[in-house]
């Protein structure tokens, strides 16, 4: 049974800085491609970042690139997205999620979510 769990949300001021962290817990974390997803009040789901099982891929929206960074430890079982210059326009619920596989950028092969953590950057 795979379970995760986000951290690290919170309010910010805008150009603040938050850390979130996500916590697996189940079978061989370090084959799986991991990814930080968002979602905005009326709004899709929409994938921010992602990361390769052996952390040598990295894939960012546009929006955020140059601001996030996304990490993982494999012999911990987290993956993490460090989160600078945020704006009002970066305020979602963010998830993690594991990939059906290895490296993804196709929101459909996310097939395991975390419950969530709320992030409000306010102006």
């Known amino acids: 049974q795979v379970q995760l769990v986000e951290s690290g949300g919170g309010l910010v001021q805008d150009g603040g800085s938050l850390r979130l962290s996500c916590a697996y817990s189940?079978?061989?974390?370090?084959?799986?491609?991991m990814g930080w997803f968002r979602q905005a009040p009326g709004k899709e789901r929409v994938l921010v970042s992602c990361i390769s099982p052996n952390s040598q891929l990295e894939w960012y929206i546009d929006s955020v690139k140059g601001r996030f960074t996304i990490s993982r430890d494999n012999a911990k079982n987290t993956v993490d997205l460090q989160m600078n210059s945020l704006t009002p326009d970066d305020t979602a619920i963010y998830y993690c999620a594991r990939a059906r596989s290895g490296y993804s950028r196709y929101p459909p092969d996310y097939v395991s979510w975390g419950q969530g953590t709320q992030v409000t950057v306010s102006s």
């Open positions: 189940g079978r061989d974390f370090s084959s799986y491609g």
